[in-house]
């Protein structure tokens, strides 16, 4: 027991079924990657001894047949050659806890296929050869501090002092993003885990003192996540991979502790191109030809093409070629493209001209304010509070400024808890063009709030007492 090296797999955040910029077969991506990842594990050797999931295996909690196929066939693989699969819900996983009590989700369903081993609050510890113990705590937003903590009270008499223990959380820790975290690392640290597994954060992200590991997601879902600070999945301005970390550890009986040794994997994914130019044209057609040579000089084919093009001078003036469906015929070969522009001199969008620009002025507002993946979420997020016209309208219907109502009803949004706020129909996605359409005809309510019209559910019987 003392020389032997105990291998395991930490992957996170699939995504499995998102058609991102509502293209079907983007959704093949996502398979394709985790497809890769199975092939690499089965083609280790030595063979990993288990693999933790940090959440996030579906977009959608409803997910389609494919992605469902997708997860069944990866651990149905690992089930057939000994690899044991412990998997924690992530945002994406899991709907409402009120929907959640009622129908379970796709996870339970694999775990009574018993494909995998799903941690949950009702079960969160599992103990293997007298050797090993993982915890983990599925996606809890804010509130996952205070339930960790309980957990742990709960249940720490099942982690033997001695053995690999391991952490396995579906959450933000400080650190990784400017102004917000649910975990702060000193938390963490205190439960004193050999090994802490990180999903929701999509980039390579570690801490290596404390063991706190994020592995990356397998393909990226926002352009945020194109590049990362140690350049594991990017080569120059192009994404090229996903990730995943092979961790080894070995008991050191001397120290009376773990060693551990984690390393980035990478999985080869779609291209994810980023060109940031300034063009130096004063006239449009200069520009328009700098723009055609930018980019027929980058490699577009059926890769995914951003570019960003800084122009001297006001929007008006260059109305004509900055139009992004003007390059469509030179850009067909690509996967999916955006042409984005900045202008030296500002245009003035003020809320006050709202009626000729509001589609463009709300949909930059909400760009800038919010990543892509949570686009869809948070408009959908903004409607349904719009349509109740509760206390949140009336919250924001005394500030005088559309703007700052606007970035208020945002920030609510953004702050408020998923898991008690959102009911099934609203966490449904609607595609983003649909909601922000919802979204500008709702806007003009902001300051003249409605009656609710939610319901009060009657009766929250568990379909499980009926199996
Ligand atoms: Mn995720």
Request: proline share 3%.
């Amino acid at each position: 027991m003392v020389d032997k090296e105990i291998i395991f797999i930490h992957t996170s955040d699939w995504h499995l079924g998102y058609e991102q910029y509502q293209k079907i077969n983007r959704s093949k991506d996502f398979t394709l990657a985790v497809v890769n990842l199975k092939k690499a594990i089965l083609s280790m050797e030595p063979k990993p001894n288990f693999l933790i999931h940090t959440g996030d295996v579906f977009h959608h909690f409803r997910p389609s047949a494919l992605a469902f196929r997708t997860a069944y066939n990866f651990f149905n693989a690992m089930k057939e050659n000994n690899i044991d699969v412990y998997v924690i819900r992530g945002n994406h996983d899991a709907p409402g806890s009120r929907y959640r009590k009622a129908h379970k989700d796709y996870l339970f369903l694999l775990s009574e296929m018993g494909l995998i081993n799903y941690l949950t609050t009702d079960s969160p510890v599992i103990n293997l050869d007298n050797e090993i113990s993982i915890m983990g705590i599925g996606f809890f937003g804010k509130r996952t501090s205070p339930i960790l903590n309980t957990i742990f009270n709960k249940y720490k008499e099942e982690l033997p002092k001695d053995n690999l223990k391991i952490l396995l959380t579906h959450a933000l820790v400080e650190g990784q993003l400017p102004n917000d975290y649910d975990l702060t690392i000193q938390e963490l640290v205190s439960y004193k885990f050999d090994y802490y597994a990180l999903g929701h954060y999509h980039l390579p992200w570690f801490r290596e003192k404390w063991n706190l590991w994020v592995s990356g997601s397998t393909e990226q879902t926002a352009s945020n996540q194109w590049f990362d600070e140690y350049n594991i999945r990017n080569e120059g301005n192009i994404c090229k991979y996903g990730s995943y970390l092979v961790v080894k550890a070995k008991r050191n009986e001397e120290e009376n502790n773990w060693l551990l040794r984690a390393e980035y994997k990478k999985i080869p994914v779609r291209w994810k191109i980023i060109v940031r130019k300034e063009l130096k044209g004063k006239t449009a057609t200069e520009i328009e030809t700098q723009i055609r040579e930018i980019i027929s000089q980058t490699p577009i084919d059926q890769n995914i093409c951003h570019f960003n093009f800084k122009i001297h001078g006001s929007a008006d003036q260059f109305s004509e070629v900055t139009n992004q469906n003007k390059y469509a015929d030179l850009l067909s070969k690509a996967f999916h493209f955006s042409i984005k522009f900045d202008f030296t001199q500002e245009t003035d969008y003020s809320f006050a001209s709202l009626h000729a620009t509001e589609e463009e002025i709300i949909t930059n507002y909400v760009k800038e304010m919010i990543e892509e993946e949570k686009e869809s979420t948070i408009l959908s997020i903004i409607n349904y509070f719009l349509a109740l016209g509760e206390n949140l309208v009336e919250g924001v219907a005394n500030i005088p400024n559309e703007e700052e109502q606007l970035q208020q009803i945002l920030n609510l949004a953004l702050n408020s808890n998923l898991e008690n706020n959102i009911d099934e129909k609203t966490i449904t996605s609607q595609p983003f063009e649909e909601a922000k359409e919802v979204f500008l005809k709702n806007n003009k309510i902001i300051s003249k709030p409605i009656k609710s019209k939610k319901q009060k559910s009657k009766g929250n019987t568990s379909i499980d007492e009926f199996l």
